[in-house]
């Protein structure tokens, strides 16, 4: 059984998924992060394939890439770095990208590679539903891989009832059409997206992404998703000058 569908069968709530970018701070702590993650209690892991121009990002991923890939971060390292992370972990790891380096390493390469090192699913943000279906649908579900889609409050519920009928592992609900970072706290607008996917009980688990950076926006999404992802709040803790596992252990401390 695939790990992320296990976790979803062991775990029905209250599921913390963190996001990192592969290479940041520095080229060689892939590992070093994914161990001290599940340490301090993440339930999943998200790793993220450094791009040049990740539209959908806000500032702190866009610097964090653009450290990383200067580090020397590339596909070929970063899979170099996953070897042997199954020997000391069995947390559901991901890979999240932009479809261009993917088609750049050449797609089925991508899937083969990452079956091998044991990653579990794929967030390809700019890979629609449609072209998916059509075209890689075969290859992802070859290696045993789940391709996760995201939806919006912008998008529709025919729209949502598509995307979930296609899903396998979970859905990525985007708590905003903005991009990736630090807001305040969820506005009405986003609380009652909130509730209407929760209404439509979809057959998908969903998970909540952006702008969740502090325990009150935590508790928001776990009153009603599965779960809550997060990324830029966890890169900024990174950004100072503590230890990757002093970073770390503060960031979820920051979030009780």
Known sequence: ???????????????????????????NCVEQIILLLEKNGADMIEIGIPYSDPLADGPVIQETSKIAIANGMTL???FLQ?????????????????????????FTRFCQSASKTGIDGLII?????????????????????KNIFLITPDTSDQRIRQTDDQSTGFIYMVSSASTTGKTRTFDEN?????????AMKLKN???????????????????????????????????????IEEATSGFFRSLI
Do not use: C, W
């Not at 986003?190 to 929760?198: D, N, P, V, W």
């Not at 952006?210 to 997060?230: D, R, W």
């Open 76 to 78: 070929n390292n970063l």
């Open 125 to 145: 943000p700019d890979l629609p539903l449609p072209v998916y279906r059509k075209e890689y649908l075969r290859v992802v579900t070859e290696y045993n891989l």
């Open 1 to 27: 059984m695939n790990r992320i569908d296990k976790m979803f069968l062991t775990k029905k709530k209250r599921i913390l998924s963190v996001y990192f970018t592969a290479g940041y701070p520095s080229l």
């Open 190 to 198: 986003q609380l009652g997206y909130f509730k209407r996917i929760s």
């Open 205 to 243: 688990s969903t998970m909540v992404g952006f702008g969740i950076h502090n325990p009150e926006t935590l508790e928001q999404v776990f009153s009603y998703g599965h779960g809550a992802i997060i990324g830029s709040a966890y890169l900024r803790a990174l950004q100072g000058n503590n230890s």
């Open 82 to 106: 996953l070897q042997s992370i199954r020997e000391k972990t069995s947390i559901p790891l991901l890979l999240m990208g932009y479809i261009n380096p993917i088609m750049q390493y050449g």
